[in-house]
């Protein structure tokens, strides 16, 4: 039994509570993979345009399409996990999208490329608002920007590991772009056996949690929880949870967010490569700096939020943190397709992405405070979903601009401003509760 009349110390509840960050890193691995199967497309992306003859219009679409699988999935993803657990819709997941990037391979032109890339879109939508649900269950509210930070911190880091590792299994082939595809796709099925083994839904239900220690985290959980919301079923519909303010500004900002992502996730590669006159190689390298910038602002947005939380309370330091984040993203990204030398450009994208990464720790936590637990998985796929509209905006719309102005200078000033108009949104309009400061170990 545990002696909670003894005192404990941070280190004795950490121990206590090992499970929860056995969980956290299994989804950290999930989420690497999830991205490196997502940007071996944009590193495949020269090869295959000359392969096919594709213009830079036809590959915007092809990119795009992706998104239109994926958004919707997003929102469903949060809310089938609100209904039947996060474990078993990751799962189904991982396995879905692990089929289609293995079939990436088998596309032959531009139709078969399209449906390819729809039904993977499928797969990778729930991965976000599944992991926002997951370190919600495991989690206190006043250590949710550090949980998902640091899930979510392998998703750059899966693009920067994933960068040259893609590219030497590209080379090691003699430059069929088609192995990475199969490869990834077979590793996939490890990371599913690892995740079913590793994950449960909720401390309680973990066969290596005992009762008093899953006992013990409800119970640390319920003293650090904000005064958010906590409606009994039935009393207040999904709907009036989606049309609150906060809930709206946050997904417009994310959306802004989203977009700068997805230019630098589908173009960056083929940018170097055009503007810039890089080869594949060269690519492997300059493209996987970026990531690990980003890699190094997600781990460290969610634990400076929380640390800031508790001198200034978690909503003004989550807000003001994505405000400010985005305004200088716009002010670092607008100028990447002016400078001249490839080192400027790089450098542009760097800061860019660390920052953006930064502020992509806060939105599922920001609105944390206004709903209610068996709302949050929705809720969050409902913003992730308006997010990813993005995705399939910001390739077709770019791949036009470039096309018909033969600038990409033009292309990122406009996505630019796409994510400053909502982060000032934000600023104005996200209000909502502010939420105590929190004490007490995690």
Same mark, same amino acid.
């Given at each position: 039994?545990?002696?909670?009349?003894?005192?404990?110390?941070?280190?004795?509840?950490?121990?206590?509570?090992?499970?929860?960050?056995?969980?956290?890193?299994?989804?950290?691995?999930?989420?690497?993979?999830?991205?490196?199967?997502?940007?071996?497309?944009?590193?495949?992306?020269?090869?295959?345009?000359?392969?096919?003859?594709?213009?830079?219009?036809?590959?915007?679409?092809?990119?795009?399409?992706?998104?239109?699988?994926?958004?919707?999935?997003?929102?469903?993803?949060?809310?089938?996990? =609100?209904?039947? +657990?996060? &474990?078993?819709?990751?799962?189904?997941?991982?396995?879905?999208?692990? /089929?289609? @990037? $293995? #079939? %990436?391979?088998?596309?032959?032109?531009?139709?078969?490329?399209?449906?390819?890339?729809?039904?993977?879109?499928?797969?990778?939508?729930?991965?976000?608002?599944?992991?926002?649900?997951?370190?919600?269950?495991?989690?206190?509210?006043?250590?949710?920007?550090?949980?998902?930070?640091?899930?979510?911190?392998?998703?750059?880091?899966?693009?920067?590991?994933?960068?040259?590792?893609?590219?030497?299994?590209?080379?090691?082939?003699?430059?069929?772009?088609?192995?990475?595809?199969?490869?990834?796709?077979?590793?996939?099925?490890?990371?599913?056996?690892?995740?079913?083994?590793?994950?449960?839904?909720?401390?309680?239900?973990?066969?290596?949690?005992?009762?008093?220690?899953?006992?013990?985290?409800?119970?640390?959980?319920?003293?650090?929880?904000?005064?958010?919301?906590? =409606?009994?079923? +039935?009393? &207040?519909?999904?709907?009036?949870?989606?049309?609150?303010?906060?809930? /709206?500004? @946050? $997904? #417009? %900002?994310?959306?802004?967010?989203?977009?700068?992502?997805?230019?630098?996730?589908?173009?960056?590669?083929?940018?170097?490569?055009?503007?810039?006159?890089?080869?594949?190689?060269?690519?492997?390298?300059?493209?996987?700096?970026?990531?690990?910038?980003?890699?190094?602002?997600?781990?460290?947005?969610?634990?400076?939020?929380?640390?800031?939380?508790?001198?200034?309370?978690?909503?003004?330091?989550?807000?003001?943190?994505?405000?400010?984040?985005?305004?200088?993203?716009?002010?670092?990204?607008?100028?990447?397709?002016?400078?001249?030398?490839?080192?400027?450009?790089?450098?542009?994208?760097?800061?860019?992405?660390?920052?953006?990464?930064?502020?992509?720790?806060?939105?599922?936590?920001?609105?944390?405070?206004?709903?209610?637990?068996?709302?949050?998985?929705?809720?969050?796929?409902?913003?992730?979903?308006?997010?990813?509209?993005?995705?399939?905006?910001?390739?077709?719309?770019?791949?036009?601009?470039?096309?018909?102005?033969?600038?990409?200078?033009?292309?990122?000033?406009?996505?630019?401003?796409?994510?400053?108009?909502?982060?000032?949104?934000?600023?104005?309009?996200?209000?909502?509760?502010?939420?105590?400061?929190?004490?007490?170990?995690?």
């Amino acid at each position: 039994m545990v002696d909670t009349k003894s005192p404990t110390t941070n280190a004795d509840t950490e121990r206590r509570f090992r499970y929860r960050w056995a969980v956290l890193s299994m989804n950290f691995l999930v989420l690497g993979l999830n991205y490196a199967d997502r940007a071996a497309i944009g590193l495949a992306a020269p090869l295959i345009i000359a392969e096919y003859g594709f213009s830079k219009a036809t590959w915007g679409w092809i990119s795009a399409i992706f998104f239109v699988g994926y958004a919707p999935f997003c929102f469903i993803g949060g809310y089938t996990s =609100d209904r039947f +657990g996060p &474990r078993k819709v990751m799962a189904w997941a991982v396995a879905w999208w692990s /089929l289609f @990037t $293995a #079939l %990436t391979a088998a596309g032959f032109g531009f139709v078969s490329f399209m449906v390819i890339r729809l039904l993977f879109g499928f797969g990778e939508g729930p991965q976000a608002s599944v992991t926002a649900k997951t370190m919600s269950n495991w989690f206190p509210r006043r250590r949710m920007g550090t949980a998902l930070g640091l899930s979510q911190a392998s998703t750059p880091l899966g693009g920067a590991v994933g960068t040259p590792i893609i590219v030497a299994i590209i080379n090691a082939f003699n430059g069929n772009w088609r192995a990475p595809f199969v490869i990834l796709g077979l590793v996939g099925i490890f990371f599913l056996v690892g995740w079913w083994v590793v994950v449960r839904d909720s401390p309680a239900k973990h066969p290596w949690v005992r009762g008093e220690e899953a006992a013990e985290m409800r119970a640390d959980a319920q003293a650090a929880a904000d005064d958010g919301p906590e =409606d009994e079923p +039935g009393s &207040r519909s999904l709907a009036s949870y989606l049309r609150l303010p906060i809930v /709206l500004t @946050t $997904a #417009l %900002t994310y959306f802004g967010y989203s977009w700068v992502l997805y230019t630098f996730l589908t173009w960056f590669p083929e940018f170097l490569h055009e503007a810039h006159g890089l080869d594949l190689n060269q690519i492997a390298f300059t493209g996987a700096v970026p990531w690990l910038c980003g890699f190094v602002g997600l781990a460290l947005g969610g634990v400076f939020t929380d640390a800031l939380g508790r001198r200034f309370g978690l909503f003004t330091a989550r807000k003001w943190t994505t405000v400010v984040g985005l305004l200088l993203v716009a002010v670092a990204f607008g100028p990447v397709g002016m400078v001249k030398s490839t080192t400027s450009a790089v450098a542009l994208m760097a800061l860019t992405v660390f920052v953006l990464y930064v502020v992509g720790a806060q939105f599922f936590a920001l609105i944390q405070p206004a709903i209610p637990a068996r709302r949050f998985g929705a809720a969050s796929g409902f913003i992730h979903f308006v997010a990813n509209l993005a995705g399939i905006f910001a390739p077709i719309v770019l791949g036009y601009i470039v096309d018909a102005t033969g600038s990409w200078a033009v292309s990122f000033l406009i996505s630019g401003a796409v994510v400053a108009i909502p982060a000032v949104l934000l600023a104005v309009f996200g209000r909502a509760r502010p939420t105590r400061p929190a004490h007490g170990p995690a």
